[in-house]
């Protein structure tokens, strides 16, 4: 598939003929998809994350607007699935069933994003509900690899409760299936009314601990963490595997790299899930962003 005929493609147009059309085909898909070991032989994983639009999140640096053009997500996608070393993607239902149509999952490592029930910026934020892939079971029908949960941890907030309580279930559903969990765990507080992930090391590691807890079993549980200062006493806390997530990217590049080129080095840390910071690089340029961050994750042996 040329460059020409994936912006074709993904401008929409094709895309939604096949909905109107044949949208049976998106279940036919999943069962034909080629799938892969989760883990390669180096045991690192680097996956692409486009989640944020369902929660509201569509911001990238000072543009509040970035991620709103689908046709222009879904371009930067294919171009990053195609990049050698990117082992898969994390998003939700609507954006992995483009990408499939596109057939740009074959061979790759899905994650179906599962809790995108907290709007960005809504009083009930905290309130986290399975909105996108709710059970172990949507996933294991459509032969994803895995489920992520964000799980933000407030003591002032009673939606927490309910929150973990539906990441714990869905661990415990994940392992009983032998897919992989994902917790992106934060310890949060409303700061004039705006949902605030403390990023200090002991409320880091407070949430690791409170993640690792969750569901019957961590067989299959792996943590998605935030790269932080004291990163080192940070992955003291837990023997679970752990992949780097990137954020909203408001750093120089350089140095973004340079960060996770040192956490990567930590035994713990098995890569990287990023998506904004690779998928709207500075300089547009969404290959080389993604090869840099797979040399950092497979060392150029993938």
Not at 112 to 122: E, F, P
Not at 131 to 147: C, S
Request: charged share 25%.
């Amino acid at each position: 598939m040329s460059g020409a005929e994936v912006g074709v493609r993904a401008s929409g147009v094709d895309l939604t003929e096949l909905r109107v059309r044949h949208p049976e085909r998106i279940a036919e898909a999943w069962q034909q998809r080629r799938r892969r070991e989760v883990v390669g032989e180096d045991g690192r994983l680097l996956i692409v994350a486009a989640d944020h639009p369902a929660r509201g999140a569509l911001g990238v640096r000072g543009d509040a607007m970035a991620m709103a053009s689908r046709p222009g997500l879904i371009d930067r996608l294919v171009t990053a699935l195609e990049r050698p070393g990117v082992d898969g993607v994390l998003a939700t239902p609507d954006v992995l069933e483009d990408l499939l149509l596109l057939g740009a999952l074959e061979g790759k490592v899905v994650i179906g994003s599962m809790n995108r029930g907290g709007l960005q910026g809504a009083s009930f934020e905290l309130d986290d509900r399975f909105t996108a892939y709710g059970t172990a079971d949507d996933l294991v029908a459509r032969r994803l690899d895995g489920g992520k949960m964000l799980t933000r941890i407030c003591l002032e907030d009673p939606g927490t409760v309910a929150t973990l309580e539906s990441s714990a279930r869905a661990v415990t559903e994940l392992a009983d299936c032998k897919l992989l969990a994902m917790v992106e765990p934060f310890w949060s507080v409303r700061r004039e009314g705006r949902v605030v992930n403390l990023l200090d090391p002991d409320s880091v590691i407070k949430s690791v601990h409170i993640a690792a807890g969750l569901g019957a079993s961590s067989a299959y549980t792996w943590l998605k963490l935030p790269v932080v200062d004291d990163l080192e006493r940070v992955m003291e806390a837990t023997t679970l595997p752990t992949l780097l997530l990137g954020g909203d990217p408001t750093v120089a590049p350089e140095e973004t790299y340079a960060s996770w080129g040192k956490a990567l080095s930590l035994p713990s840390v098995r890569g990287l899930v990023v998506g904004r910071a690779l998928l709207f690089p500075p300089d547009g340029d969404v290959a080389s962003a993604v090869d840099q961050a797979s040399t950092l994750v497979h060392g150029g042996t993938a």
